[in-house]
Every structure is written in C-alpha cells, then in structure tokens.
C-alpha cells in the first residue's frame, strides 16, 4: 500500500518491480485492498490499472500511517522495517 500512497495508480507489473515482490502474491494483496475498498481496478483487456480510493476515509488513515512511520523509521532497522511495508 505504502507504493500505491506514493504513486496514486499503477499497473501490477509496475508494483511487482518496485516491491520485489511475486506477481502472484501482489495479485493476493492488490485484491484484498480492492475488496476493502482502498483500491479500485480498472481492467483493459489484460492489462490491470489499481488506484488509490482517496474517496475511502480508510486510506486516508493508512496515508497518515504510512508518513508517520516514514518519519520516524531513520534508523536502520526503521528503514528495513520500512521497506517491508511499502
């Protein structure tokens, strides 16, 4: 989530790079964001288009969450712990 707060929309090929994360458990994730309505989907033909729903009052939160932690992970172990969200 901490990629698509960054990047407002992306395509799932573009957030498996930037993640180093598998397709398929990006695809698990994408969909679980979709479904608590923190992400919508746009599909054309195959390609798949995920954006931030800024009209959710949850994803506003998790944006808070997200700039807090980045703000105080300056550490190391706060920046590896960092990745692992974004």
């Not at 598998?22 to 923190?38: A, F, N, P, Q, R």
């Not at 939160?61 to 974004?86: D, N, P, T, Y």
């Amino acid at each position: 989530m901490g990629i698509m707060m960054e990047s407002n929309e992306l395509n799932i090929s573009e957030i498996t790079r930037r993640s180093g994360i598998s397709h398929s458990s990006v695809e698990v994730h994408l969909e679980l964001l979709v479904e608590l309505g923190l992400l919508t989907e746009k599909r054309f033909n195959r390609i798949r288009i995920f954006r931030v729903n800024h009209s959710n009052p949850y994803t506003n939160a998790v944006g808070r969450f997200f700039s807090e932690w980045m703000s105080i992970s300056s550490g190391s172990s706060g920046q590896a712990v960092a990745r692992a969200f974004s």
